[in-house]
């Protein structure tokens, strides 16, 4: 639906479960999984970046929209940039009820 703001570029969800040690003492080594999503990136604009900390922004702070799932933590791929999900800026509900498809916008920093 909403393919047409979509990124240009492949977007990649990298997931990472990490290590363990399993009830038999055993080391399980992390494992890696990735899988490609839709979102649309964009920068901040004048005002959301006045309610980031500066040391963010001057990493290189965007933000994703995505009917995907993300943590905080998750690490994204957007051509041959890596960015980490910061935090969960919003949900725009509204859209969903006309497209069926919400989107939450993302803080990704790199």
């Given at each position: 639906?909403?393919?047409?703001?979509?990124?240009?570029?492949?977007?990649?969800?990298?997931?990472?479960?990490?290590?363990?040690?399993?009830?038999?003492?055993?080391?399980?080594?992390?494992?890696?999984?990735?899988?490609?999503?839709?979102?649309?990136?964009?920068?901040?604009?004048?005002?959301?970046?006045?309610f980031v900390p500066t040391g963010i922004v001057e990493k290189g702070a965007r933000k994703l929209a995505t009917s995907a799932n993300l943590d905080?933590?998750?690490?994204?791929?957007?051509g041959s940039e890596e960015y980490t999900v910061y935090e969960q800026m919003h949900t725009n509900y509204l859209i969903g009820q006309y497209t069926g498809e919400t989107r939450t916008t993302y803080l990704i920093t790199k």
């Open positions: 639906m909403f393919d047409i703001f979509d990124h240009d570029t492949t977007v990649t969800l990298i997931s990472i479960t990490p290590g363990y040690t399993d009830t038999n003492g055993d080391w399980i080594p992390e494992v890696t999984d990735t899988s490609t999503i839709d979102g649309h990136v964009t920068d901040l604009t004048y005002e959301e970046r006045q905080v933590g998750d690490r994204i791929q957007i």
